[in-house]
């Protein structure tokens, strides 16, 4: 054998990382006692315990303490208690603790990962080197945010008792962003890992209790879906963050619907992984490796989809599969280890159930020749190849090493096929060309860009997604609004409209003048689809007119209307600035009329009409002027990385205004929609809608795009029903009857839109706190961007 033959021989030898003060660890304690509960350790009240094993072998590690609802309620009960004491702590006690605990995991780290890496499967590379670090420095950076939350956050206040539900993919790391923004923000937090991987998080409970974390602060429960259900469920807990599957996402969201509880959803993904033929080929298999098999491919925002350019795609499947042929697929304690096993029996067959279906669907699927371990739950990296857009390996989150292929020819096609897909959590965009990735990036529906990268993550970007990837950021600033509650002026509470006021009347046929205000859809009036109306009455009960009684069809027109509508979120935040001025203008020309309007349908004396007028004129001067101002940031992660967090519009916007300060709330509900970029279909009071329809001439005259605002007057109950449903509807904001809240957030989970109800209350639209920053961060998502640079 000559020098290079025996070079090419060569193998690795292995590196085990030791483990035996993992196993002294978990000799040493009693999992049955595994609830952490207002800073003492419980058994379940039920005294029932869950296994959980090692994947790797699938030897039985530990049987922990599975809690029940009643285990639920007695840790729910501890952080009310500690919750007064907590959130009055100041920013700098707060910050303090939060300091201890990562300098109290620091001295812990390698058993920490270690122990990850035994209880979840993961390669103790990964553990080591990223899960454990960055968990730490999410306390570390959450210190920061707890010191200037007042003079960062004025008007707002922690949301209260939080509960926190987590999967197993990133047990530590979740657990981390969950509980450091939740303290960083005072409030107190129940949280249960997953039943795969409750060992780190028992081991971090140890660390709270060492690093001062006051009793009821902390609560860390154990147990399955029953315990998240209990959790979800419990009516002490003001708002809920959850992170896991699409599927329990959207159980969640309907069990919360009209609890009033604040919400996150950090969810599943289908990410697109694009790569364009100018970019560096090494170097975009090297980030695929990393985009798709880091964690076995367990990974939320994997790069699961390789969407590569017609012209290279035969090279770079080559140097894929070379690369795929070296990866060391074994024990996730060997350093030298690529790939684990799954972390459970059931997560391997159902990939390797997903895997028989999309063969059977046409894909063809290769991996590499290689051994895998004797026991333990390993699965090989597995390239699937003619993958139909519409195949299930190109649709469903395998959740697992596979990647699925398909090839495009140009940039829009490329744009086409990454955002087909229900998710939108992550994308990874590969070219040489900088001008090319970032005209590509914010034309991709995805919480997350990396440009010539992936997986980048750290404690101060947010990290989050669109469409059914969930709603919410963890991480940053946006971060800590998931756990802070805004400080609005309440209103009163709704009312439903009394049918004597506003009674369906048949349209006149052949009338000679119609005098009824139609519906203003795609820039024109037109009629209602069913040509029914409704009368509508003045404050003294007399008819005052008649408005177009929309329908199902109309919405679903609207929304079209606002869909096609390209001119206003591509415009430049200077021209809506314009176009909102303008609106502003043409609005005060008409101020008296509006006023006098007002007097005669709702009764308010002349004085405070004439104020309405104002306020609304104000309303949208100040938007205007804000269209320019609530811009993004960038953020200096420790890499040579910017992270562009671009504000973009959520889309299509429904609203549902409510009946006080009917033109008022109405303004103030569709200007900071508009100015974000948003396209609106909008209900109006169903009481007063005469003011919004006045405004349809006041906006074909102020240069709106038809298709930017949609008017659909009707019963504001059954509108606010098919706009929940809508799944080309993006964001719902509401204010009408409880019941109507509560209908349309259950409703809301076909694709997962962000919704906003005022729970069956108004606001008091007069109050300057009715207005500014509360209101355009409903209106935008962040998405971002990460840029390295340098050689
Ligand atoms: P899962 O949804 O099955 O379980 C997640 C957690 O929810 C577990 O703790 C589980 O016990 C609990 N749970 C299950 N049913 C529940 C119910 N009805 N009510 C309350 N809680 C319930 O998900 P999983 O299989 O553990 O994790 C994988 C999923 O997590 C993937 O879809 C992945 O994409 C997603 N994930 C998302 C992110 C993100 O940031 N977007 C990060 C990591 C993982």
Redesign the pocket.
């Known amino acids: 054998m000559n020098v290079l033959e025996r070079y090419h021989a060569m193998d690795y030898g292995p590196a085990p990382e030791a483990r035996n003060e993992a196993d002294a660890w978990l000799a040493s304690r009693d999992f049955a006692k595994a609830l952490f509960i207002d800073g003492a350790w419980k058994t379940a009240a039920s005294g029932k315990t869950f296994d959980t094993s090692e994947p790797s072998s699938g030897k039985l590690l530990a049987k922990v303490s599975d809690a029940g609802a009643a285990d639920i309620d007695v840790a729910v009960t501890a952080a009310a208690k500690a919750l007064p004491k907590w959130s009055a702590t100041s920013g700098y006690q707060r910050a303090k603790v939060l300091y201890a605990i990562g300098r109290a995991m620091q001295r812990h780290q390698r058993l920490f990962a270690v122990l990850e890496s035994i209880d979840n499967g993961k390669p103790i590379r990964e553990s080591r080197d990223i899960d454990v670090p960055l968990a730490i420095r999410h306390f570390i950076h959450h210190a920061g945010w707890a010191q200037t939350l007042e003079k960062d956050f004025p008007d707002h206040k922690p949301v209260g008792v939080v509960g926190q539900?987590?999967?197993?993919?990133?047990p530590l790391l979740?657990l981390a962003?969950k509980i450091a923004p939740a303290l960083a923000a005072g409030c107190t937090v129940v949280l249960?890992?997953?039943?795969?991987t409750p060992l780190t998080a028992i081991l971090f409970a140890e660390i709270c209790e060492r690093a001062g974390v006051p009793k009821g602060v902390v609560n860390i429960v154990q147990?399955?879906?029953?315990?998240?259900?209990a959790?979800?469920n419990h009516p002490g807990v003001q708002k809920i963050a959850?992170?896991?599957?699409?599927?329990?996402?959207k159980?969640?969201r309907k069990?919360t619907a009209g609890s009033g509880k604040k919400l996150s959803?950090?969810?599943?993904?289908k990410s697109a992984f694009v790569v364009f033929e100018d970019a560096d080929l090494d170097s975009a298999v090297e980030g695929l490796v990393d985009g798709i098999w880091f964690n076995q491919g367990?990974?939320?925002?994997a790069g699961s989809r390789l969407l590569v350019q017609e012209g290279i795609a035969e090279a770079f499947i080559a140097k894929v599969k070379v690369r795929m042929s070296r990866l060391r697929v074994g024990s996730p304690l060997d350093k030298n280890t690529d790939i684990g096993p799954l972390v459970d029996r059931t997560?391997l067959d159902r990939v390797k159930g997903l895997i028989a279906e999309g063969a059977r669907q046409g894909a063809v699927c290769w991996q590499p020749d290689a051994a895998l371990p004797t026991t333990g739950y390993y699965h090989l990296p597995t390239l699937a190849t003619s993958v139909a857009p519409a195949n299930i390996l190109a649709q469903e989150?395998v959740?697992g090493p596979v990647l699925a292929t398909m090839s495009f020819r140009n940039t829009e096609e490329a744009i086409e096929l990454a955002n087909n897909t229900r998710y939108g959590?992550a994308a990874s965009v590969w070219s040489e060309n900088i001008n090319l990735a970032l005209h590509v990036a914010p034309q991709l529906k995805a919480g997350v860009v990396w440009v010539n990268g992936t997986n980048m993550f750290d404690a101060a970007c947010g990290?989050?997604?669109y469409r059914e990837?969930?709603f919410g950021r963890?991480g940053g600033r946006e971060g800590v609004f998931e756990y802070l509650a805004a400080k609005l002026p309440v209103g009163p509470a709704i009312k439903p409209t009394a049918a004597s006021s506003a009674q369906p009347v048949e349209q006149a046929d052949g009338a000679s003048i119609d005098r009824t205000a139609k519906l203003f859809i795609g820039g024109k009036q037109v009629r209602p689809d069913g040509n029914y109306s409704l009368a509508v009455a003045t404050a003294k009960g007399k008819l005052a007119g008649e408005v177009g009684l929309g329908n199902r069809k109309d919405i679903r027109d609207a929304v079209s209307a606002a869909r096609a509508c390209k001119a206003w979120p591509d415009a430049t935040a200077f021209n809506r600035s314009q176009v909102l001025y303008y609106f502003a203008e043409n609005l005060s020309g008409r101020a008296d009329e509006f006023a006098a309007r007002l007097v005669q349908l709702t009764g308010v004396t002349a004085r405070a009409a004439r104020e309405e007028v104002d306020l609304s004129i104000e309303r949208l001067f100040l938007y205007a002027g804000l269209t320019d101002k609530f811009e993004g940031r960038v953020h200096q992660p420790p890499a040579r990385v910017v992270t562009l967090a671009l504000h973009e519009p959520v889309g299509v916007v429904g609203i549902v205004a409510p009946d006080n300060q009917p033109l008022l709330g109405f303004t103030s509900l569709i200007a900071p929609a508009l100015a974000m970029g948003n396209t609106v279909v909008a209900v109006p009071s169903e009481r007063h809608p005469l003011l919004a329809t006045d405004l349809y001439q006041v906006i074909e005259y102020s240069d709106v795009p038809a298709g930017a605002i949609n008017i659909v007057t009707g019963r504001s109950a059954e509108l606010a029903g098919v706009l929940a449903k809508h799944d080309d509807v993006d964001g719902l904001w509401l204010f009408a009857v409880a019941d109507t809240c509560t209908k349309a957030e259950a409703d809301s989970i076909g694709n997962l839109k962000r919704v906003w109800t005022g729970n069956g209350r108004s606001l008091d639209w007069t109050s300057s706190d009715a207005a500014g920053e509360a209101f355009l961060r409903r209106a935008i998502e962040v998405k971002n961007v990460w840029v390295p640079y340098g050689d």
Not at 165 to 170: A, D
Not at 265 to 269: A, C, F, N, R, S
Request: charged share 15%; glycine share 20%.
């Open positions: 539900v987590i999967p197993w993919n990133f979740m962003w249960k890992p997953a039943e795969f147990g399955g879906p029953e315990a998240g259900a959790i979800v959850f992170t896991g599957s699409s599927e329990v996402g159980i969640i069990a959803l950090e969810l599943g993904g367990q990974v939320c925002c997560q989150e959740f959590l990290f989050g997604g990837s969930g963890e």
